[in-house]
């Protein structure tokens, strides 16, 4: 079930597991944790100037690259925390839900731009509408970019 389809319904329910943790008060971010999300928030900044996902006006490459940046952002911050990342598609978040698993969700779509970006690198164009998807997933309001007013610590 290794498919961008599994990747990112896997990363909605990693990230909602965990968002729900710390919204109902079992997970309360530490200091460190903030500040990973903190730091994973500038190092991923879309530079979309604004605009609503999909970025269909921008290159392939650009676009790819967005979603791709988030995976090496990801490892650096799970590696900082000690969190290990796991694979989500097809699998259920443990609970309780914590960091590793709000990491997890998110690094399997970013994952997923390395994987596009490989293949346009060989010439091959991934689906549009996968792309749009990732892109709604990673930005805009809602999304992953907005990931800190998650948080009611």
Do not use: C
Not at 49 to 75: E, S
Request: proline share 7%.
């Amino acid at each position: 079930m290794d498919t961008f389809a599994g990747r990112l319904d896997g990363g909605w329910k990693w990230w909602e597991a965990a968002i729900e943790e710390a919204q109902e008060g079992r997970w309360v971010r530490d200091a460190v944790e903030r500040q990973v999300i903190k730091d994973i928030g500038a190092a991923t900044n879309p530079l979309h100037g604004g605009r609503m996902a999909p970025f269909t006006g921008d290159p392939w490459h650009v676009r790819i690259g967005r979603i791709a940046n988030w995976a090496g952002v990801l490892r650096l911050a799970a590696r900082s925390g000690g969190w290990v990342l796991q694979p989500v598609a097809g699998r259920r978040p443990p609970h309780p839900a914590g960091m590793a698993e709000l990491l997890s969700g998110i690094y399997a779509v970013g994952e997923q731009g390395e994987v596009w970006m490989r293949q346009l690198l060989k010439g091959e164009l991934p689906p549009e509408d996968e792309i749009a998807k990732a892109e709604g997933f990673l930005t805009g309001p809602g999304s992953i970019e907005d990931l800190e007013l998650f948080f009611y610590d």
